[in-house]
T-cell receptor
């Protein structure tokens, strides 16, 4: 049982390049989330998914796209990277978001630098 | 919109108690959480409290909730060097997404 995994762990991009971050979970969770973490700002929700084939916008969705083609995977895409997207990206999953114990399980993060 | 605030830094000596404070604005918050993030790792749930409780104790951890003032605190008794980490306060309403605070970096001095 690996929990939530993310690939890659580190990446450096040039402005305008594209990339996809992969998140995978093996807990059969319905809900998956992508956050970015910036110093002094906590975690901000980019996009989330409430089930296979569904996605929804979070607090800071601009410049990102997501897809949830399989229940266990949630992909975050940057079509044209900008320096403002330099951040640490965390994926999380949860069984639901209804009960108090339906907390989120986090991956180890992806550190992205855009030059 | 909802907002969660925390002080950014806290230093304590090993063996002392640490108290990390958090305030939130959403009066409909139903669940409040404390997460711990160690260097290079994701967030791990430490403890949570339901909004109709005012205290919860779990070994060295004590969570106090003042719903009237929208104030949440985490007390760590007998703080150890292994407690050095960033601690995030988070809240959510029933069926809503999480809102995280900026995190408090706890440094434990020998």
């Amino acid at each position: 049982n690996a929990g939530v995994t993310q690939t890659p762990k580190f990446r450096v991009l040039k402005t305008g390049q594209s990339m996809t971050l992969l998140c995978a979970q093996d807990m059969n969770h319905e809900y998956m989330y992508w956050y970015r973490q910036d110093p002094g700002m906590g975690l901000r929700l980019i996009h989330y998914s409430v089930g296979e084939g569904t996605t929804a916008k979070g607090e800071v969705p601009d410049g990102y796209n997501v897809s949830r083609l399989k229940k266990q995977n949630f992909l975050l895409g940057l079509e044209s990277a900008a320096p403002s997207q330099t951040s640490v990206y965390f994926c999380a999953s949860s069984y639901s978001k209804v009960g108090v114990k339906d907390t989120q399980y986090f991956g180890p993060g992806t550190r992205l630098t855009v030059l | 919109g909802e907002d969660v605030e925390q002080s950014l830094f806290l230093s304590v000596r090993e063996g002392d108690s640490s108290v990390i404070n958090c305030t939130y604005t959403d009066s409909s918050s139903t669940y409040l959480y404390w997460y711990k993030q160690e260097p290079g790792a994701g967030l791990q749930l430490l403890t949570y409290i339901f909004s109709n409780m005012d205290m919860k104790q779990d070994q060295r951890l004590t969570v106090l909730l003042n719903k009237k003032d929208k104030h949440l605190s985490l007390r760590i008794a007998d703080t150890q060097t292994g407690d050095s980490a960033i601690y995030f306060c988070a809240e959510r309403g029933y069926g809503q997404n999480f809102v995280f605070g900026p995190g408090t970096r706890l440094s434990v001095l020998p």
